[in-house]
């Protein structure tokens, strides 16, 4: 069955990084655009960054340029989010998304069928 797997996240200070994995199983990983999101408490589901099925494009957040930066790997079917500077507004549960693409990056969360259970990243002043 379809599986995305989240790890790497947990609780760092302001200005620290955390690396996000997510590794797929179950499908074919290549054929797919994967993304990030993040939720946080009382707030709506929100776009962090999209990458396209070979890597060639991404897309990521206003709120987030600069500071994370996606990849994957199609060869151990991973994708990753490098996280830097974090700031307490980043504090959210991440979700690791793959959406069906072979054009390019997918900003809107209903073009993604298959969803991770999520990782939480806390980030204190």
């Known amino acids: 069955q379809v599986q995305l797997v989240e790890s790497g996240g947990g609780s760092v200070q302001t200005g620290g990084s955390l690396r996000l994995s997510c590794a797929a199983s179950?499908?074919?990983?290549?054929?797919?655009?994967m993304g990030w999101f993040r939720q946080a408490p009382g707030q709506e589901r929100e776009f962090v960054g999209s990458?396209?099925?070979?890597?060639?494009?991404?897309s990521l957040a206003d709120s987030v340029k600069g500071r994370f930066t996606m990849s994957r790997d199609n060869a151990k079917n991973a994708v990753y989010l490098q996280m830097n500077s974090l700031k307490p507004e980043d504090t959210a549960m991440y979700y690791c998304?793959?959406?069906?693409?072979?054009?390019?990056?997918?900003?809107?969360?209903?073009?993604?069928?298959?969803w991770g259970r999520g990782i939480q990243v806390t980030v204190s002043s």
């Open positions: 990458i396209s099925w070979n890597g060639a494009r991404t």
């Open positions: 179950g499908f074919t990983f290549s054929a797919y655009a």
């Open positions: 998304a793959a959406g069906t693409s072979r054009v390019g990056t997918l900003t809107a969360s209903n073009l993604y069928q298959y």
